[in-house]
């Protein structure tokens, strides 16, 4: 993998409707394609110069002045590039949409430094290494299939990321839970660190802001599927409100509890569920304002087949099941 450093060159003039403002919070106006965190290091490095002279983040500025930034992106990732296929929907020079399949870690950590979506990203674009995270902007578990957006440049991810934290990305998952729920809800309870399991999350009161909207797909005789829509983005979110709700997700190891097999489930069924050891959960659409264009972008990735084995033997047993009951009377 390459580690050439890219060098970032820009001018610009601040206008005098900005007179008497900060200087780093004008910056981050002219260079919106950079987060202000990196604007305000480069401000304090003297990277970026006012009339050529370094000066604080907190000067104010009085209009007219000529900014110059002068700075390298480093490597931000020590991952080497590994030729993983990837399932790309979408794809332009400034971002790409995949349809992460189950099993496929996001981020190299403790015990999965290879094999993981960065490292599939820096083989089929090596310059994404430059950029934190290599262009990731938001995470699926491990086990959770669906769409994923990743950026390619600086911009596109600075503007990505704005676009999350303002909730202004459409999230749609697939999620069969357990319980015949009769009606859709908002989850709305916040979400932190578990008290004593530091590997799971929970619902807490001094927890952040975290609400799941959600409402009926398909319901079938002890098990329900939902259309679920993220308004925040917590770790493990949808799992998290679904157990809360006292539905936890098919197949959860962390939020699922002991399985429940219903009353003459049969035998179909009873493989099903039994064998079925990831939460049965996709993220089925993604849509969002491409960070250049404007244009509206929107991509759905096909329910894997698991789930589809899951559903229609669901489907089957309700049937069944309805068709025993009519004979009875």
Known sequence: MSDSPVDQARQATIPDTAAGRRFDAVVAELFPEYSRSRLTEWIKSGD????GAQARPRDPVRGGEQVSLHAVLETQTTAEPEDIPLDVLYEDEHLLVINKPVGLVVHPGAGNHSGTLVNALLYRDPSVAVLPRAGIVH????DTSG???VARTLEAQTALVEQLAARDVHRQYLAVVMGALVAGGTADAPIDRHPRDRLKMGVREDGKEAVTHYRLRERFRAHTALECRL?????HQIRVHMAHL???IIGDPLYGGALKLPKGASEEL???LRGFKRQALHAETLEFVHPVTGVQVRNSAPVPADMQHLLKVLREDSEAFAERNRDRW
């Open 139 to 142: 995470r699926l578990d491990k």
């Open 270 to 272: 009873v493989t099903a």
């Open 246 to 248: 006292r539905h936890p």
């Open 147 to 149: 769409v994923m957006v």
């Open 231 to 235: 308004e925040t983005g917590r770790t």
């Open 48 to 51: 970026v110069l006012l009339d």
